[in-house]
């Protein structure tokens, strides 16, 4: 959630794209408010007729959970009227659960018509005065806008370009697959040094044996079947003590850590720097330390183990994230380095983006941390973190702890 001063429906409009990432079209966006905060923002495709009333509930039992106090309505349509069902419904069932309406606007064609347009407690009709509607504000006129335009943010085109910052980028990747495979085969050479996977099992030549003592082979069959759970066990073992020792790369994580410059953010990371970041989360220990330390309101920063802690306090001295800022200059990095890792390494690519959705969540960035968890998922069905987060997602659960409480 994101405190400012907004007084008038043409602000609130104007913050909208900026507060979401991305300019809206053809959808019903829904700010919410509670004690004079702005957050989160909930978004809706129009839908068939028939739709409509599922659709509805649907968002409504999403919203709710957020218990708001107030609510903004804002209908973004190229036809005229094919917003109103949705947004009627909607609003019905708002002012059914108590919350109040702020207004309910229709955006076209880069004007809007809101409540001061239509006859007084009435959803339909329009005074003859207010025809035409106002034309949506130059943003850079907007004191509340000047913020996001000071720090160099800018909505980005539409619903579809902010859901590719957390997708693949083939023009990107390869480098970085091509480093991943080097680490996996140094990784294979660990936990089997004698390369006793690959070696020959013998089980053929049994097979086209022609010695017709079946107590013999059924004999040699389970010799060689404890042979093999035995292998299995050492391997097993093996990995699990790997994925422990695995390097956490401190030193890497701090870049991902640091404020930006006064002269702008010159973040940079190699593919081989990348591929040894992405595979530091296999150790789920140190994945969720840096969850804490990239959003406090996520992961309790007093629930990180002392090993991990002390690494990161040597090697990232400003501390951890305790503003929503310092959080999404951490959340940008995390995009552009997501990009980078590809699907093919998809426990690499489902642990990034799980990281980033978290941190999305955290600051309230629901697109984008719903975004990266379909990736996650995509790439990596099993990837519980990522399950997690997409139930609390899915249900609106909002972090326990604010942004506020962190910075005391």
């Known amino acids: 959630m994101t405190s400012l001063k907004i007084s008038t429906t043409e602000e609130l409009l104007a913050v909208l794209p900026y507060q979401l990432g991305y300019q809206l079209a053809d959808c019903v966006a829904i700010m919410m408010v509670t004690d004079n905060v702005i957050g989160p923002i909930a978004r809706t495709d129009l839908t068939d007729e028939r739709d409509v009333k599922d659709a509805a509930a649907t968002v409504l039992e999403s919203l709710l959970r957020v218990e708001p106090q107030l609510a903004m309505l804002v209908g973004f349509e190229s036809v005229p009227g094919e917003s109103r069902s949705l947004m009627s419904a909607l609003h019905a069932g708002l002012l059914r659960a108590g919350v109040g309406i702020i207004d309910h606007v229709t955006v076209r064609d880069g004007r809007w018509w809101g409540a001061c347009c239509r006859p007084e407690e009435s959803l339909d009709g329009l005074r003859p005065e207010h025809v035409r509607g106002h034309p949506i504000a130059d943003a850079a006129a907007v004191p509340a806008v000047a913020e996001y335009i000071a720090k160099g943010s800018a909505p980005l085109a539409d619903r579809a370009a902010a859901g590719a910052l957390v997708q693949e980028d083939p023009a990107l990747s390869g480098g970085v697959a091509d480093e991943l495979a080097t680490l996996w085969d140094e990784f294979c050479r660990q936990i089997d040094p004698d390369n006793l996977l690959d070696a020959g099992d013998g089980v053929d030549e049994w097979e086209e044996s022609d010695d017709d003592d079946d107590d013999d082979d059924d004999d040699l069959d389970e010799a060689e079947s404890y042979a093999r759970l035995a292998l299995l066990g050492r391997v097993i073992a093996s990995i699990s003590d790997q994925s422990q020792q695995v390097q956490r790369v401190p030193e890497l994580w701090a870049r991902v850590l640091a404020p930006p410059g006064e002269r702008g953010d010159a973040f940079e990371m190699s593919d081989g720097e990348l591929a040894h970041l992405v595979r530091s989360l296999v150790n789920k220990s140190w994945r969720d330390a840096l969850v804490a330390w990239l959003s406090p309101v996520m992961f309790p920063l007093d629930k990180v183990d002392d090993e991990s802690n002390a690494l990161l306090l040597s090697h990232v001295p400003t501390g951890p994230a305790t503003t929503q800022e310092a959080s999404q200059v951490a959340l940008r990095r995390l995009l552009v380095l997501a990009r980078r890792v590809p699907d093919v390494w998809s426990h690499e690519a489902a642990a990034i983006c799980t990281i980033a959705a978290c941190v999305a969540w955290g600051i309230g960035n629901g697109s984008t941390a719903g975004d990266a968890v379909t990736r996650a998922l995509r790439v990596d069905p099993d990837y519980r ?24």
């Open 385 to 408: 973190l990522a399950r997690y987060l997409g139930r609390m997602i899915d249900h609106q659960m909002r972090p326990r702890h604010a942004w506020a409480d962190v910075a005391a």
